[in-house]
């Protein structure tokens, strides 16, 4: 196996004993936060320390002590700007931004030692002796926070997010919003609100002070150890500690006007929320002692910390945020006990939450590349307790839903790389994944989803009960190590690092996992097998053939390895396990059942129940019933099985496992013509056996399977009859009875039916005209009136029933006044706007859970614009995208106008987007906007069409955001990357103009120590043919970046002489006309030249032009524009110190120019021909003088032409013809006098040494 990269320990050559963190002051009004921290700071052993560095953002430093002696501090934030200032011109690709931005991030990564703010110690005697003893030191930082832009957030704007229905289920929010404040962000975050290490390898026990006005609640990760109330000033002071050694990054804290509740069987557990919704936080927490009770006995440890707190708070951009003793959720989690659909969402991440208590927060990861393994064990357990309370069907169809995204990602973007430290690994996409700030929002959500996935598959290696034993060996040494004393290398057993864990499993198991390492975590990607069989009679086997033919597909990596196959035969299931050596393998199954003709005997399955099937419809000849691969989902993959129909309608009624009735359905809509599928598929939607989830897709399925039969279906519409069977009244089938949600299978099979009748189609493509009456009837008969539980999801599922029923007209209206869209409307259309109407107007009166039935409405607005039944007006979504509305009303409204944005290229909208993008005060609205925007993007680089919206503007907006706007909220701008990368990809956007060419050229000469300025000279740029010459193409822009000072063209002008020159870069570009502008400097000089097409004009101000000084360098530009687009003239320069000037060029001229020297023009009758290009060659020529040592620096077009004419003495004529004029009549004749010309033209075109 490979060795890391680097070591697992860190490059800091210091580390932190304590840190006490004081907030003094939280000011609401002006979002402001004021405080101090002090840090106790161990030199390492051998370690020559000078200098402190930290991480700290946005922050403004205030003052810095160490040991109570002030000190110098550096602070440089360079992810303020990655490369929008210095790279102005650039070509806007994207893997410069990616590589740029890596190389950033990784520059304050205080695992490589680095930060924000470097400290510089003290020269003291005192200080210097307690560093060489290995005492600490303390380094005190008083900051201010102000206006903050991630990491913490002021909710305290009106924005009320009412849950919950107007009624005495659900109380409504009070009206006058509760201001609070909580920190978030991905991980390695707190920088952005304290100075830290902001690295989870760095642990230390803390103290944390919050001072707070006194009606608002301070909860901070820790124990509280005490509250001092300040009655005059009308003050609380919260005092936590934390004895346990916890990294920065899991830190958390929450102030707001918050009510405390503690659990009535657990008190170690408070939670808390916003008085109005004590009795949601009541229900909604109800079962939270059951997690940890689960947890605390699957590993057989104790809950690692004294308290743990969980706060419901307002405007989250994700769902939780874990952090030590402290989980911060969002309010939507909240719920009442009426409510069937949440408490399945908000159980999960609660355990999920709890959790990452274990492993996360007690236990850390090492650094970014060992998270996969936090990650992983943390969602094992929530995973486990899910399976534990909502039953191992459930939580088989999650691990089947998850593996499904985690594929459909792989296949459509990149691998997703769990450990990525390995020298194998090489980035090869366009982020990178060795940090959190780099990572992608969906590859890091799925990166999480991977490592849950793998963990269980090392669970199936290992068995259960081995891998629960590693788990309890890492928390026990992790238990040891805590109450420890500070000491280098104490407290290393509360980091887990993938080697640790590989230690960890050989230990207790003995068992080596490096292949399955290298196969999975090392290494990206998923399995994708191709299967099919036959039944030998003869030799009474099967003949099974697996393929892997998508191996070069993205995200399909091959495998070699075993395999298990799931044998279903009349005389019970056979589990074979085979070895795969090939992208092609064949294996013989032998059977163990013999062919049964007129024999009935019951048949036993893999779960040793014994059933009667109907055999008619099977290969007599045949003893196989059905066939699985990997029936365990032992392996990350994707199989596509083909077998005859009647053995996925034989798998789809008796098999018992989920995964296998789900991969059934999926696939019997192929078979269609078959009247035994319908029957199949309504037996399983009847049964009571079946998992209600298979029932729901087998819906789905059956109305596929109706509508490609279309008139060939026999009866009434499909499901009616079985709908009015289950669900309707028994004196009278076509009246829904009374709704009575207490058997949840039903209320979800009820809701799956009615959206799936929707869909039912004639052959025409028309819904049946029975299938709205049913459907209105519904919302004419629906009565919730003596349910305990609420109706408002299944009304909402109604109303998207409605919306299903609309299908495209056969001719567009033409809405001309205010009368035509009534005029136009069918009846059935008219009665289905109005019962949409009135149920949108009655979600505003009395609001439903979530306001569901808006959202539902809403869709379904846009599904009639779409269909052309509405005209199309964005004026509706518009409105609901204001910050009065409820924060999911807001989404949904932003994803229908993201559709709008799509199918008709509205830039207004698109605008409207991009400013919510910008400037709304709600992060969550920010991200969302964007993620919808990256699901359905207006236009794409992989479409060759052109697109309105596609403007250089756009690139520059763009390109400006994911540099410079969001430095301190890494999660929005690494979504607008992604943005940016699904509307250009990796290479040039095509709306920018084409560059022409470029090169850079370094000089080094002397170097003077004193000084160490830059100067750029810059011209403006021609306007070049569309033709490129071939020289062009290859000659691309080398030199992208350049820092700030070499942009800035107009400095002061020294005045003293130039002593030295190093690092020349030439910078030339050109205009018909160009100028040349000089900026001097001692030290450094930078030029550089660049030709592009089509740019603007230039913006310099002839006010700022200053006259060169004497001794500065002399620069000469000459223009040759008598020369064709595809070549340069060879002739035209020489290898001497003189250029031919074209008879056309203005220099010296123009009052807006900048001259440094001028020169003779040439004769008038040079001029171009029509029809030749004006493309202009400029050739630089420099003469100074470096400390008595000449130098002169010439730099002429790059065209390979030119090496012909090295040899060539000095020549100089006004044009390449007469030229050659006079070399050919009179070149013995004007031998002299041209070498006489030739002398007064050096000597007046050149600069002589000084």
């Known amino acids: 196996m490979s060795k890391r990269e680097y070591s697992i320990e860190t490059h800091r050559n210091f580390k932190i004993s304590h840190q006490l963190l004081c907030i003094t002051n939280i ?54 700007d990655i490369l929008n200032s210095s790279d102005k011109k650039g070509s806007r690709k994207l893997d410069t931004f990616s590589t740029v931005h890596y190389e950033v991030i990784k520059s304050t990564d205080s695992d490589f030692g680095n930060g924000e703010l470097i400290i510089r110690i003290p020269d003291r005697f005192d200080i210097k002796t307690a560093l060489l003893e290995n005492k600490s030191i303390s380094v005190y930082i008083a900051y201010m926070i102000e206006n903050p832009t991630g990491g913490i957030y002021f909710a305290v704007n009106n924005q009320s997010n009412q849950t919950h229905e107007n009624d005495e289920k659900f109380p409504l929010m009070e009206d006058d919003f509760q201001p609070h404040m909580f920190s978030y962000g991905r991980s390695n975050s707190s920088r952005l609100w304290f100075p830290c290490v902001d690295s989870f390898s760095e642990s230390c026990t803390w103290s944390i002070i919050i001072t707070v006005d006194d009606i608002f609640t301070a909860i901070c990760s820790g124990e509280l150890s005490d509250v001092e109330h300040n009655v005059e000033k009308k003050k609380k002071r919260y005092i936590y500690t934390l004895n346990v050694p916890t990294s920065a990054p899991n830190i958390g804290i929450v102030v707001g006007p918050f009510v405390a509740v503690v659990h009535p069987h657990m008190h170690e557990v408070v939670n808390f929320c916003f008085p109005s919704f004590k ?56 719920h009442s006990k009426h409510v069937i659909e949440q408490a399945y969402v908000t159980r999960r991440i609660l355990a999920q939450a709890i959790a990452e208590q274990y492993f996360g927060c007690f236990i850390s990861m090492q650094s970014t590349t060992d998270a996969w393994l936090t990650r992983g064990i943390s969602g094992y357990l929530a995973s486990d307790y899910f399976k534990k309370a909502f039953g191992n069907n459930e939580y088989r169809y999650y691990v089947k839903h998850a593996m499904d995204k985690v594929i459909k990602y792989e296949q459509q973007f990149r691998p997703i790389v769990l450990d990525p430290s390995w020298k194998s690994y090489v980035e090869k996409d366009y982020f990178y994944v060795k940090n959190f700030h780099t990572f992608s929002p969906s590859y890091d959500k799925l990166h999480r989803t991977k490592s849950f996935l793998i963990m269980r598959m090392l669970e199936i290696y290992l068995g259960r009960p081995l891998l629960l034993q590693v788990f309890n060996k890492m928390l026990s040494l992790a238990q040891i190590a805590a109450p420890q004393k500070f000491s280098s290398g104490s407290w290393y057993n509360l980091h887990a690092s993938t080697s640790s864990f590989i230690w960890a499993i050989s230990t207790v198991t003995g068992k080596n996992i490096d292949t399955f390492l290298k196969q999975w975590v090392f290494q990206g990607g998923h399995v994708k097998l191709t299967g099919s069989f036959v039944f030998n009679r003869k030799r009474n086997t099967v003949e099974l053939e697996i393929k892997q033919l998508h191996n070069k597909e993205t995200g399909v990596k091959r495998y070699l390895g075993p395999i298990s196959i799931w044998l279903q035969e009349l005389d019970g299931t056979f589990k074979h396990m085979l070895q795969i050596e090939d992208n092609t393998s064949n294996h013989d199954l032998t059977c163990h059942s013999k062919s049964r003709r007129n024999k009935k005997k019951k048949i036993p399955l893999c779960t040793g129940e014994e059933i009667d099937m109907d055999l008619s419809g099977m290969d007599q000849d045949s003893p196989v019933l059905w066939l699985r691969i990997d029936p365990e989902m032992t392996l990350l993959r994707e199989v596509l099985l083909s077998q005859p129909d009647y053995q996925w309608q034989y798998q789809l009624r008796h098999e018992r496992d989920v995964i296998a009735q789900v991969e059934a359905l999926a696939v019997l809509d192929r078979f269609y013509s078959n009247i035994n599928m319908k029957n199949a598929l309504i037996d399983t939607i009847n049964n009571e056996r079946v998992f209600y989830r298979v029932r729901c897709e087998a819906t789905f399925c059956l109305r596929r399977i109706a509508n490609k039969m279309g008139a060939n279906w026999i009866g009434q519409p499909a499901m009616l009859s079985t709908f009015r069977k289950l669900f309707g009244s028994p004196s009278c089938p076509q009246i829904v009875r009374m709704n009575n949600f207490t058997n949840f299978q039903h209320y979800f099979i009820q809701k799956s039916m009615i959206v799936a009748i929707a869909g039912l189609r004639t052959a025409h493509g028309i819904c049946p005209q029975e299938v709205s009456r049913f459907l209105l009837d519904l919302f004419k008969y629906n009565d919730n009136s003596k349910n305990f539980y609420t109706d408002a999801y299944l009304r909402a599922a109604l109303v998207d029933a409605l919306a299903e029923t609309v299908t495209p007209v056969a001719i567009a209206p033409m809405y001309t006044n205010s009368n035509s869209l009534a005029d136009m409307l069918s009846q059935d259309t008219k009665s289905l706007l109005e019962e949409i109407s009135r149920c949108f107007n009655l979600d505003k009166l009395l609001p439903s859970y979530k306001h569901v039935i808006t959202i539902s409405c809403l869709r379904s607005i846009r599904h009639l614009q779409k269909m052309g039944h509405l005209p199309s007006n964005p004026a509706i979504f518009r409105a609901h995208t204001s910050n009065n509305c409820y924060t999911e009303v807001r989404k949904v409204a932003i994803e229908i106008l993201v559709d709008i944005v799509k199918a008709e290229c509205r830039k207004e909208e698109f605008d409207f987007l991009l400013d919510l993008v910008i400037n709304d005060p709600q992060p969550v609205i920010k991200f969302y906007t964007l993620k919808y925007l990256i699901r359905n993007p207006p236009f794409s680089y992989l479409n060759d069409e052109t697109n309105v919206l596609d403007t250089e503007e756009l690139v520059e907006q763009l390109w400006t955001l994911m540099n410079s706007k969001f430095p301190c909220n890494s999660k929005l701008r690494c979504a607008v990357v992604d943005f940016y990368y699904v509307l250009y990809g990796r290479g040039r956007p095509r709306s920018l103009p084409k560059p022409e060419f470029s090169f850079v050229l370094n000089i080094g000469t002397k170097k003077n120590d004193t000084e160490n300025d830059s100067s750029t000279v810059a011209f403006n740029k021609p306007e070049l043919s569309q033709t490129e010459p071939n020289y062009m193409k290859e000659t691309t822009m080398i030199n992208e970046v350049l820092n700030d000072k070499q942009l800035d063209i107009f400095p002061n002008v020294s005045e003293e002489p130039v002593k030295t020159m190093s690092n020349i870069q030439v910078n030339l570009p050109l205009e018909n006309k160009p100028d040349l502008l000089d900026k001097n400097s001692n030290t450094n000089q930078t030029f550089e030249r660049i030709f592009e097409p089509k740019m603007e004009h230039s913006t310099f101000d002839d006010k700022n032009i200053k006259e060169p000084v004497k001794n500065s360098p002399v620069i000469t530009n000459e223009i040759n524009e008598n020369v064709s687009s595809t070549t340069i003239a060879k002739d035209k320069v020489d290898d001497d110190d003189e250029v031919d000037s074209s008879p056309d060029s203005d220099i010296g001229e123009s009052n807006n120019k900048l001259i440094l020297e001028q020169r003779n023009s040439a ?85 002589d040494v000084d």
């Open 27 to 80: 000011d609401f009004q002006s979002k402001k936060l004021v405080g101090f921290t002090e840090l106790q700071v161990v030199s390492q052993i051998g370690a020559d320390l000078t200098v402190i560095r930290l991480n700290c953002q946005q922050c403004q430093i205030l003052s810095i002590y160490i040991n109570e002696y002030m000190c110098d501090y550096t602070y440089s934030d360079p992810s303020q």
């Open 1163 to 1247: 004769s008038p009758k040079d001029s171009p021909t029509p029809g030749q290009s004006h493309l202009s060659i400029p050739t630089l020529c420099i003469k100074k003088s470096v400390e008595g040592i000449g130098s002169t620096i010439r730099i002429h077009s790059p065209d390979k032409k030119k090496k012909k004419h090295k040899d060539k003495e000095k020549t100089k004529g006004d044009d390449v013809k007469q030229r050659d004029k006079h070399h050919k009549e009179k070149k013995k004749k004007k031998k002299n006098k041209n070498k006489q010309k030739h002398q007064k033209k050096h000597k007046h075109h050149s600069t």
């Open 279 to 334: 009795q949601l936080l009541l229900d909604t927490c109800a079962y939270t002692h059951r997690i940890f009770m689960h947890y605390e006995e699957m590993l057989n440890t104790r809950y690692p910390y004294a308290t743990y707190k969980q706060v419901f708070v307002d405007n989250m951009i994700s769902k939780y945020e874990p952090y030590s003793t402290l989980s911060i959720l969002s309010i939507n989690l909240l």
